[in-house]
């Protein structure tokens, strides 16, 4: 396979595109802007700026209903912009697959505040991936979707400054041929209905989040985080 040397923002750009995302939507701000720049390059994705991060999360949520894999990609105080509709999706869920990249900025390099939004994950009963270096950007970014469409929720993906801007070698994969889903038959009704349903999915979470493998492997631990523990 092919090996090359890739920012954590560049491999989670290829990541998207290896998961098979058609649509992006972002809200430019470091440490995250270069994800949106170099994904937008690739053939076959749909890529846009959003006038703030609350309307690219809500695109991407609308493509995620309409049956595709959808990314949403923000700083870490856009999500307290983008915070109404994410708590909203968490538990009326998503026909495709979506993530929300939050680029969190440890030490204001870039910032006027520090955030960790990994409190944003428990809150909201997202699950949310972390990665510590590019090649993990990559492939924790397609376990996210991956979790997303298996669990029919909305998945946070947390990185950093250090993580976003570093660079390593990474080894690419080919793209996943991921197909479709065209229904949207969701009415509110549903939607309520669904909501305790979602709360017992959290606990199946927990368990594939203690045994899975990228928990506790290398540097540090967890690496899967699940919003019940």
């Known amino acids: ?74 700083k870490h105080v856009g999500v307290n912009v983008a915070a109404d509709p994410i708590f909203t999706v968490s538990y009326t869920g998503i026909e495709g697959g979506l993530v929300i990249v939050t680029a969190d900025d440890p030490s204001m390099h870039s910032s006027q505040n520090e955030q960790d939004n990994r409190n944003y994950a428990k809150f909201a009963k997202i699950p ?52 479709e889903k065209t229904s949207l038959a969701r009415n509110a009704a549903a939607k309520r209905s669904a909501k305790p349903t979602r709360w017992t999915r959290s606990s199946t979470r927990h368990g594939i989040s203690r045994a899975s493998p990228i928990r506790g492997t290398r540097r540090r631990r967890p690496r899967l985080m699940s919003p019940t523990g």
């Open 128 to 179: 949310m991936l972390e990665p510590s270096d590019p090649q993990e950007a990559k492939d924790f970014i397609r376990l996210a979707f991956q979790i997303s469409s298996l669990f029919d929720t909305p998945v946070f993906f947390r990185t950093t400054t250090r993580v976003s801007h570093s660079k390593s070698v990474v080894t690419l994969s080919e793209p996943e041929n991921y197909e």
């Open 1 to 74: 396979m092919k090996k090359i040397l890739m920012s954590g923002n560049e491999a989670i750009a290829r990541g998207v595109f290896e998961a098979g995302v058609r649509f992006a939507a972002a809200y430019p701000g470091t440490p995250s802007t270069e994800i949106m720049e170099v994904l937008a390059g690739y053939e076959g994705v749909y890529a846009e700026w959003a006038p703030n991060e609350k309307v690219a999360v809500e695109v991407a949520i609308g493509a995620a209903l309409a049956g595709t894999r959808s990314l949403a990609v923000m």
